[in-house]
């Protein structure tokens, strides 16, 4: 399918690796014009040079930290006009207990999930609208839609996040901006790589033994592919996509199991 974003600027927040880099690589596959920004140069570096060896486009970088307000502002000075905003903060689960995670990580958590994405899209969206066309994917996780024990502070922040872009969709979608959640499950990154060991040595067992129990848990029987999602992300970016609006797409081999 032809998605008609060729000459699209796009702006994917974590884009150097996992989920985010997937987003950037299907993009630029479309003929999108892409900005990939993390906070470590040199996996930029390697990221832009491979999405542009594949799809044979150039791949911009900005080297910035989205959960931070000047960081921030540098990606949206580098694309000043974008049409594509991919949002992900790129910021490991980390367990807590409620009853002793002081108000400073609180703070941490919504400073990441909520107002990360909020200030991107609240400064992004007018100039959206003027142009009469725009596509924002928040990137979440499956995990909001039946909240994990220990992970108060990332469910709260994330589920405050929806909860603001819900209120936004129906004064945007008139002028063709439509802002979607995709909340994928256990993709195969380095970052379920990362967290699945903590799991493991938390739990005193081997990682081996953590990583199958995750997949019988999946109907899928798998860790998904990152591009799997990645391609997701495409097409909530498409002109084909300019009447889906406001939604939390769980993408997860199946795990969650209700009807909403």
């Known amino acids: 399918m032809e998605l008609g974003i060729t000459g699209r600027r796009a702006i994917v927040c974590g884009g150097s690796k996992g989920l985010g880099r997937a987003a950037a690589l299907a993009l630029s596959r479309e003929g999108a014009e892409v900005w990939i920004a993390a906070r470590t140069r040199e996996t930029l570096e390697t990221a832009a040079a491979e999405i542009a060896a594949e799809t044979g486009n150039g791949v911009h970088i900005v080297a910035a930290d989205v959960t931070d307000a000047g960081g921030r502002s540098s990606i949206l000075e580098a694309c000043r006009e974008p049409d594509i905003m991919v949002t992900n903060p790129g910021v490991r689960q980390v367990p807590g207990d409620f009853r002793t995670m002081p108000r400073e990580d609180?703070?941490?958590?919504?400073?990441?999930?909520?107002?990360?994405?909020?200030?991107?899209?609240?400064?992004?969206?007018?100039?959206?609208?003027?142009?009469?066309?725009?596509?924002?994917?928040?990137?979440?996780?499956?995990?909001?839609?039946?909240?994990?024990?220990?992970?108060?502070?990332?469910?709260?922040?994330?589920?405050?996040?929806?909860?603001?872009?819900?209120?936004?969709?129906?004064?945007?979608?008139?002028?063709?901006?439509?802002?979607?959640?995709?909340?994928?499950?256990?993709?195969?990154?380095?970052?379920?790589?990362?967290?699945?060991?903590?799991?493991?040595?938390?739990?005193?067992?081997?990682?081996?033994?953590?990583?199958?129990?995750?997949?019988?848990?999946?109907p899928a029987g798998r860790f998904a592919d990152p591009q799997e999602c990645g391609d997701l992300i495409a097409f909530l970016c498409s002109a084909q996509a300019g009447f889906m609006t406001g939604q939390n797409i769980v993408n997860d081999g199946g795990i969650y199991q209700g009807l909403f």
């Open 106 to 218: 609180w703070d941490g958590w919504f400073e990441a999930h909520f107002y990360s994405g909020l200030e991107l899209i609240r400064q992004a969206v007018p100039g959206m609208c003027d142009r009469g066309f725009g596509r924002v994917v928040n990137m979440s996780v499956s995990f909001i839609k039946f909240p994990q024990v220990n992970f108060a502070g990332s469910h709260a922040a994330r589920l405050a996040l929806a909860g603001a872009i819900a209120a936004m969709v129906r004064e945007l979608i008139p002028f063709n901006v439509t802002i979607n959640s995709v909340c994928p499950g256990l993709f195969d990154t380095e970052a379920l790589q990362i967290n699945l060991h903590g799991h493991a040595a938390r739990g005193n067992t081997t990682y081996e033994a953590i990583v199958a129990d995750r997949i019988a848990g999946c």
